[in-house]
């Protein structure tokens, strides 16, 4: 699944993200689910929670899909 994710400021972090898309329910399960989970960004392994997405970036979650961060300023 591929999909675009909106946002009103210069950046989100791949903790909020994982919590906005419901991947993750808490942003306390973030720690344990990039610890377990190999997040792609920018074709790049990251396993930081505050690593901040702008628009550009993509993110590919395992079971999950590409997601592409883009500005609602854009549109």
Not at 12 to 40: D, F, P
Request: proline content about 5%; charged content about 30%.
């Amino acid at each position: 699944m591929k999909k675009a994710i909106f946002i009103e400021t210069p950046y989100i972090t791949l903790g909020q993200m994982l919590k906005e898309e419901s991947i993750i329910s808490t942003g306390g399960q973030a720690k344990w689910y990039l610890r377990e989970n190999t997040v792609m960004v920018n074709d790049e392994p990251d396993n930081r929670r505050g690593r901040k997405l702008y628009p550009g970036d993509s993110i590919a979650v395992p079971d999950a899909g590409l997601f592409f961060i883009r500005s609602k300023q854009g549109e």
